[in-house]
T-cell receptor, first 114, second 112 residues
Framework: DQQVKQNSPSLSVQEGRISILNCDYT??????FLWYKKYPAEGPTFLIS?????DKNEDGRFTVFLNKSAKHLSLHIVPSQPGDSAVYFC?????????????FGDGTTLTVKP | NAGVTQTPKFQVLKTGQSMTLQCAQD?????MYWYRQDPGMGLRLIYY???????DKGEVPNGYNVSRLNKREFSLRLESAAPSQTSVYFC???????????FGSGTRLTVV
């Protein structure tokens, strides 16, 4: 049973417009939710996170929204730039002071067209 | 500042061969992780280490062993490689009490 799901394998948007990437989860015990960005032949890079007790976190062009009742989160990128083209992974994290563990979705490939 | 370094970057093995994937981090992080990523799928946790001298199983540990040699290094060993272990392997590290990981660039392993 997949605990973290990204139902859209791909998304294409025009430069300057908003990109919205979605993620659903099933386990209410997750403490944090994160987004990672991955370019080909590189490892994922941490982008932004949100605590389960918050509903919004913003960092520059990136905003993550959390709807706990719906077990749904989304990443908004405004405005989208061609350099944002990458695979975006949603991750749900069980916090532990020693070693928390993250469960990842399958990723969404974002293409931003000039 | 190297971050997380993985070696080798590419490897082809024959079924039944063994090998060790190496990972080292220079950020003084306590926790280290091994994930695998299969085509079109997300990352799945193989093993992790909360601190030097401790290791724990993740979601898909069968067929693998790990060693946390010291605080910097965390290796992943395949004793008898199988085609089902063809994947890209990522090592990651994090500071205790934080939630984001720093990943290495991955090892692409093919078992024929």
């Amino acid at each position: 049973d997949q605990q973290v799901k990204q139902n859209s394998p791909s998304l294409s948007v025009q430069e300057g417009r908003i990109s919205i990437l979605n993620c659903d989860y099933t386990n209410s015990m997750f403490d944090y939710f994160l987004w990672y960005k991955k370019y080909p032949a590189e490892g994922p890079t941490f982008l932004i996170s949100i605590s389960s007790i918050k509903d919004k976190n913003e960092d520059g062009r990136f905003t993550v929204f959390l709807n706990k009742s719906a077990k749904h989160l989304s990443l908004h990128i405004v405005p989208s730039q061609p350099g944002d083209s990458a695979v975006y992974f949603c991750a749900a994290h069980v916090y532990n002071t020693n070693a928390g563990k993250s469960t990842f979705g399958d990723g969404t490939t974002l293409t931003v067209k000039p | 500042n190297a971050g997380v370094t993985q070696t080798p970057k590419f490897q082809v093995l024959k079924t039944g061969q063994s090998m060790t994937l190496q990972c080292a981090q220079d950020m003084n992080h306590n926790s280290m992780y091994w994930y695998r990523q299969d085509p079109g799928m997300g990352l799945r946790l193989i093993y992790y280490s909360a601190s030097e001298g401790t290791t724990d199983k993740g979601e898909v540990p069968n067929g693998y062993n790990v060693s946390r040699l010291n605080k910097r290094e965390f290796s992943l060993r395949l004793e008898s490689a199988a085609p089902s272990q063809t994947s890209v392997y990522f090592c990651a590290s994090s500071r205790s009490g934080t939630v984001g990981y720093t990943f290495g660039s991955g090892t692409r392993l093919t078992v024929v």
